[in-house]
């Protein structure tokens, strides 16, 4: 079956640690995105790629980092500069990354820093 | 810039009633409007989308939304609801050109229905 893994389902660190979330499609999609979810503020763009080797920043990129070496892969570190990382996070791919395109999401990781 | 309104954080109805979920937005340019409909602890999913053309979308599911450009809205309409349709529903944009896939997001509208 067609789809998007995102793994581990929750992840624990302690703060300070960075931390990489995983990120697959076999969906032949070229364009990939990081969403950060809170409770009561939807959804905010993290970082975007729409080609291998290449990735742009959202809308809250700092203390993130991203790396696009595979079509199918889009790794997001969370590093020890980033605020407040305790948060659900959703990875989403598209087929062009055109405006028009359906964004198909994974089943998210829940992220606790302690 | 873009922003989006949901303009309501929860919405309680009981099985078989109409709900609306409401939607504004803002946006200085030509807008692609979509709603997203989330499942406890899971992806979002597409429900419907608003490219051109007709205002009114409808979804395979019985939702249907209206593009309303004079009053930059997209309201989320379903005449009866089930039990299965409890989920956060969530309202995006994105601009026509130059805007390579970017959703801005609305702040989620939980549906709770009761039987």
């Known amino acids: 079956d067609g789809g998007i893994t995102q793994s581990p389902k929750y992840l624990f660190r302690k703060e300070g640690q960075n931390v990489t979330l995983s990120c697959e499609q076999n969906l032949n999609h070229d364009a990939m995105y990081w969403y950060r979810q809170d409770p009561g503020q939807g959804l905010r763009l993290i970082y975007y790629s729409q080609i291998v080797n290449d990735f742009q920043k959202g809308d809250i990129a700092e203390g993130y980092s991203v790396s696009r070496e595979k079509k199918e892969s889009f790794p997001l570190t969370v590093t020890s500069a980033q605020k407040n990382p305790t948060a659900f996070y959703l990875c989403?791919?598209?087929?062009?990354?055109?405006?028009?395109?359906?964004?198909?999401f994974g089943p998210g990781t829940r992220l606790t820093v302690l | 810039a873009q922003s989006v309104t949901q303009l309501d954080s929860q919405v309680p109805v009981f099985e078989e009633a109409p709900v609306e979920l409401r939607c504004n937005y803002s946006s200085s340019v030509s807008v692609y409007l979509f709603w997203y409909v989330q499942y406890p602890n899971q992806g979002l999913q597409l429900l419907l989308k608003?490219?051109?053309?007709?205002?009114l979308v409808e979804s395979i599911n019985g939702f249907e939304a209206e593009f309303n450009k004079s009053q930059t809205s997209f309201h989320l309409r379903k005449p009866s609801v089930h039990i299965s349709d409890t989920a956060e529903y969530f309202c995006?944009?994105?601009?026509?050109?130059?805007?390579?896939?970017?959703?801005?997001f609305g702040q989620g509208t939980i549906l709770t229905v009761h039987p």
């Open positions: 989403a791919s598209s087929i062009t990354g055109d405006s028009t395109d359906t964004q198909y």
């Open positions: 995006a944009v994105s601009g026509t050109v130059g805007w390579y896939g970017k959703l801005t």
């Open positions: 608003y490219l051109s053309g007709s205002t």
